[in-house]
C-alpha cells in the first residue's frame, strides 16, 4: 500500500506565502516524477509544478516565477513553496507521484487527498 499525504495548506492574504508538503510512505522502491495539480471551484484540475528523481523541474506559465517545487529523495517528499499569492491561486493542491513499488513493478501514479489553500484578504 501507498499513501501521499499533504500538508501545508490554509488562509493567506494575496501577497503572502505557503509552503506545501507531500511525504510518501508504503512500500515505495523509487519515486520518478512528483508533482503539485490544483483545482478550484468549477475548473478542472491542473499541473501547477512537477520535478523528477534528477531535480528537473516544469511550472505552469501561471505559477512561473512565484511557485518553486523542491524535493528531498531520501524522505520521499515534495515540496511547493508558494510566494507572491494571488485570489486565483486559491484552489484544493494534490500531489501526484509516480512510484515503483519493487523491481516487478512498471510504476503507477499515486494522488494524494488534498489540501486547500484560500487566498484572500
Known amino acids: 500500500q501507498v499513501q501521499l499525504v499533504e500538508s501545508g495548506g490554509g488562509l493567506v492574504q494575496p501577497g503572502g506565502s505557503l509552503r506545501l508538503s507531500c511525504a510518501a510512505s508504503?512500500?515505495?522502491?523509487?519515486?520518478?516524477?512528483m508533482g503539485w495539480y490544483r483545482q478550484a471551484p468549477g475548473k478542472q484540475r491542473e499541473l501547477v509544478a512537477t520535478i523528477t528523481r534528477g531535480y528537473s523541474t516544469n511550472y505552469a506559465d501561471s505559477v512561473k516565477g512565484r511557485f518553486t517545487i523542491s524535493r528531498d529523495n531520501a524522505k520521499n517528499t515534495v515540496y511547493l513553496q508558494m510566494n507572491s499569492l494571488k485570489p486565483e491561486d486559491t484552489a484544493d493542491y494534490y500531489c501526484?507521484?509516480?512510484?515503483?513499488?519493487?523491481?516487478?513493478?512498471?510504476?503507477?501514479?499515486?494522488w494524494g487527498q488534498g489540501t486547500q489553500v484560500t487566498v484572500s484578504s
Open positions: 501526484k507521484a509516480n512510484i515503483r513499488r519493487s523491481t516487478y513493478d512498471e510504476g503507477r501514479w499515486y
Open positions: 508504503g512500500t515505495i522502491l523509487s519515486i520518478y516524477v
